[in-house]
């Protein structure tokens, strides 16, 4: 009875003793950090183009008539002056036939008209007849030489619309979509035209910039005007459908002359050699514009966390307690953020291991390279 009594009481006194101290607290987590610094860089922009050939013209008839003959095929390159098409010449030929007929004789009379001044000159001489039938004859000659003029003017254009039955290439280029076969009935008024002849040794590749995109890439080059700040521009280059490199680079020539109302963009025109032709009218692509930043601050991706479409770093604050703070982005550069705002030059950005920090975690920084300011080429 008195062991058991024993044992209640030393229960009794060890429930009473003081808990025991908690486990010692463990070290603030040891994470790289870096010191941000300011540097120019070169990022690269796409904009959906399309292309074009620098001279593409639309074949049509210029008199009515059915196809004959069609000289040529789809896709096909000719050179200019190269015919093309041959409309039905027999009415046409009929026609100029006609028109010579009646210059002969126009021709005829003009020759009547002569002879009748030449018996009445010496007759009014000599006062037989009044000279008031020769000035009747006179006039009459007169007339009869404009009907020759205009006899002639009728023949002039027999021909020239005997001459547009063989359409003929205006340029060097390439056949389009042959519209109209043999034996269709053309006239100069259909809406399609019979093709379309690219000259594609040279193509223009058109593209739209933002208003804010524009102000931003006119900024960075000298000049007073834009003709001035066109000749400073860098070289594009153009991304075809499948994103591969076009080989040739080009130049950016032209800028229209006002902002589209509905889009707020303006176009730009590239131009790019294709002495080739491998690129045609009505491709499409993208072309790559480099844009430089000066003083951005470059941030590594693998710094920033990213929640409810922003950006987020954490910074080094005092006491070595780390700080959530926003950044803007203004660009990329391969795996580098450039920062435009939230960050100065020499704060200093938790590298890696951020996933499960919180604001106001005290961390044990360890010093990682700076990062590098790159000079961007032109």
Do not use: W
């Not at 639309?58 to 004959?68: F, I, K, W, Y």
């Not at 006002?258 to 294709?274: E, P």
């Not at 950005?349 to 961390?363: A, P, R």
Request: hydrophobic share 40%; with cysteine.
């Amino acid at each position: 009875m008195k062991t058991l009594l024993a044992i209640i009481i030393a229960m009794a006194l060890f429930s009473c003793s003081p808990k025991q101290q908690n486990a010692a607290a463990p070290p603030p987590p040891s994470l790289p950090v870096q010191t941000v610094q300011s540097s120019t860089d070169t990022t690269y922009q796409d904009y959906p183009a399309s292309i074009e050939g620098a001279i593409n013209v639309e074949v049509r008839p210029q008199v009515s008539g059915a196809l004959d003959r069609v000289f040529v095929d789809e896709g096909t390159f000719v050179n200019a002056a190269q015919p093309l098409f041959k409309i039905n010449e027999q009415p046409f030929r009929a026609a100029l036939n006609s028109a010579l007929a009646s210059q002969h004789a126009a021709e005829g009379a003009l020759a009547n008209a002569q002879l009748e001044i030449d018996k009445l000159t010496p007759l009014v001489q000599n006062k037989v007849v009044s000279d008031f039938q020769l000035k009747t004859a006179r006039s009459a000659y007169n007339v009869a030489k404009a009907n020759v003029e205009q006899a002639k003017a009728n023949v002039s254009t027999a021909r020239i619309n005997l001459g547009y039955t063989i359409i003929k290439a205006p340029v060097s280029g390439y056949i389009g979509r042959l519209e109209k076969k043999q034996g269709s009935l053309v006239t100069p008024a259909d809406v399609a035209a019979l093709t379309q002849l690219s000259d594609v040794h040279n193509v223009h590749v058109y593209f739209s910039l933002s208003e804010k995109d524009f102000v931003s890439f006119k900024e960075q080059y000298p000049g007073e005007t834009l003709k001035d700040k066109l000749q400073h521009l860098p070289n594009v280059s153009l991304l075809l459908a499948d994103n591969t490199p076009y080989a040739k680079q080009g130049k950016v020539d032209m800028i229209d002359g006002q902002f589209d109302k509905t889009t707020g963009a303006i176009t730009l025109r590239a131009s790019f050699v294709n002495p080739q032709g491998l690129l045609r009218s009505g491709n499409t692509g993208k072309v790559r514009l480099s844009l430089i930043h000066k003083d951005a601050l470059v941030v590594p991706e693998q710094a920033t966390i990213e929640m409810q479409d922003k950006v987020f770093v954490f910074t080094v604050a005092d006491s070595n307690k780390v700080k959530k703070t926003p950044i803007g982005i203004e660009g990329k550069s391969g795996t580098n953020y450039l920062v435009n705002s939230g960050l100065k030059a020499g704060d200093q950005i938790v590298l890696s291991g951020i996933d499960h920090l919180q604001e106001g975690t005290k961390i044990q920084p360890q010093k990682a390279p700076e990062v590098k300011a790159v000079v961007a080429k032109n």
